[in-house]
């Protein structure tokens, strides 16, 4: 089969993903957890059902604290997002709620993370993707012998990253999720899962040119992209069913990171074989006109 022959559809479909994500990213960004900017996060189980606007009233009241947001977890379950508190403000919290409505509140979470260590995690993440991505287009370029598989791999490996930090803005802007450092450890794992895929089809180009070197790169690339198809799908499925299965049951602490880990494993499954290869077919057609 011509895979390649529909590498402008292939563009076409990434674009449409990924365009309204980078518009979401330069219109609304991400919305960064306490991890990043510092902050107390509390999560209370109350013994019966509480309207979330009486909840944010009593708390605004109390004085030297600033609620970021509320968001109810489960039924009785809610979690607040704050201004950096100690115990004491967090027992003061929970008293005011319990005596407001006369019911017993359970403190299920509490954590408290300063600005500083926040924006220095920050500048490591950004640090730690950049590392992360030169080591790979360094590693790729010297395995085959060619800057283009390399430059090759790390722009799919980029598509990835732009349909997951996309999507995952527009579920921030319209859904309130934020981005933590899960968030983080998903992007990392998805740019080695992403170049993974992308270097078993390159390595199968390889091992063909070896044996057909006057055969055309198009030609190869679309006989690799064939006989390691079903390997890729076989290989996607059994963490695509595994990671749905987290989303749909998995506890709420863990449910955005399997949804991170979803995107991105799709996204790697597609880009690999229908971003990066036909890249590479395009760049060396070019290199030839020249």
């Known amino acids: 089969m011509s895979w390649i022959r529909f590498k402008w559809l292939y563009f076409l479909i990434s674009a449409l993903i990924i365009v309204p994500g980078i518009y979401s990213l330069i219109r609304w960004g991400l919305r960064p957890s306490i991890d990043f900017t510092g902050g107390t996060l509390l999560e209370y189980k109350i013994s019966q059902q509480v309207e979330k606007e009486k909840l944010e009233e009593i708390v605004k009241k109390i004085p030297e604290i600033e609620l970021y947001s509320l968001q109810q977890t489960s039924?009785?379950?809610?979690?607040?997002?704050?201004?950096?508190?100690?115990?004491?403000?967090?027992?003061e919290i929970k008293n005011k709620i319990e005596k407001e409505f006369n019911i017993n509140v359970e403190e299920a979470r509490f954590e408290t993370i300063g600005p500083v260590l926040g924006k220095e995690l920050l500048r490591?993440?950004?640090?730690?993707?950049?590392?992360?991505?030169?080591?790979?287009?360094?590693?790729?370029?010297?395995?085959?012998?060619?800057?283009?598989?390399?430059?090759?791999?790390?722009?799919?490996?980029?598509?990835?990253?732009?349909?997951?930090?996309?999507?995952?803005?527009?579920?921030?802007?319209?859904?309130?999720?934020?981005?933590?450092?899960?968030?983080?450890?998903?992007?990392?794992?998805?740019?080695?899962?992403?170049?993974?895929?992308?270097?078993?089809?390159y390595d199968r180009i390889r091992e063909s040119q070896k044996?057909?070197?006057?055969?055309?790169?198009?030609?190869?690339?679309?006989?690799?992209?064939?006989?390691?198809?079903?390997?890729?799908?076989?290989?996607?499925?059994?963490?695509?069913f595994m990671l749905s299965a987290l989303v749909l049951l998995g506890g709420e602490t863990i449910r955005w990171f399997a949804?991170?880990?979803?995107?991105?494993?799709?996204?790697?499954?597609?880009?690999?074989?229908?971003?990066?290869?036909?890249?590479l077919v395009v760049w060396d057609k070019i290199e030839k006109r020249k």
């Open 211 to 240: 044996h057909f070197p006057s055969a055309s790169l198009e030609s190869l690339a679309n006989k690799a992209i064939t006989e390691t198809m079903v390997r890729s799908l076989n290989n996607s499925l059994t963490i695509i």
């Open 75 to 91: 039924q009785n379950t809610h979690l607040f997002r704050l201004t950096p508190l100690d115990k004491t403000k967090a027992e």
């Open 124 to 201: 490591k993440t950004v640090v730690g993707i950049f590392l992360a991505a030169g080591f790979i287009l360094l590693y790729v370029a010297w395995r085959f012998k060619d800057k283009k598989f390399g430059v090759c791999a790390i722009l799919a490996m980029f598509h990835d990253s732009l349909v997951l930090l996309g999507t995952f803005s527009l579920l921030g802007h319209f859904f309130g999720v934020e981005v933590d450092t899960l968030f983080v450890t998903a992007v990392l794992t998805i740019l080695s899962f992403s170049v993974h895929d992308t270097v078993v089809v």
């Open 259 to 279: 949804v991170a880990l979803l995107v991105g494993t799709i996204s790697g499954t597609y880009s690999s074989p229908f971003t990066a290869v036909p890249l």
